[in-house]
Nanobody, 117 residues
Framework: QVQLVESGGGLVQPGGSLRLSCSASAINFRMYNMAWFRQAPGKQRESVASIASFETIRYVNSEKGRFTISRDNAKNTVYLQVDSPKVEDTAVYYC???????????WGQGTQVTVSS
């Protein structure tokens, strides 16, 4: 059974640092593009960052370098680094996997991130 398990969420102060992890099991991780999405209360789920199967790290320019996504294929894990988190980053963060050829898609259960002083 395919599982994506997020971790690393919780309460973080504005301007601090946050690193989320998503560990995958029962899939050939190297054959999947990975992504992070988030959903804030009352809002639609939105894409945060994505990384292709052949990449190791990508900086999200739209967030002025605050977000970095990376992956470790040896550990079947994808990470999201959030620098200087803002209150508006508060949301449930979801891990997403999409197969590079057949499009099979999987989601994690989500991890809550609350940015507050």
């Amino acid at each position: 059974q395919v599982q994506l398990v997020e971790s690393g969420g919780g309460l973080v102060q504005p301007g601090g640092s946050l690193r989320l992890s998503c560990s995958a099991s029962a899939i050939n991780f190297r054959m999947y593009n990975m992504a992070w999405f988030r959903q804030a209360p009352g809002k639609q789920r939105e894409s945060v960052a994505s990384i292709a199967s052949f990449e190791t790290i990508r900086y999200v320019n739209s967030e002025k370098g605050r977000f970095t996504i990376s992956r470790d294929n040896a550990k079947n894990t994808v990470y999201l680094q959030v620098d200087s988190p803002k209150v508006e980053d508060t949301a449930v963060y979801y891990c997403n996997a999409v197969h590079i050829t057949n499009g099979n898609t999987y989601w994690g259960q989500g991890t809550q991130v609350t940015v507050s002083s």
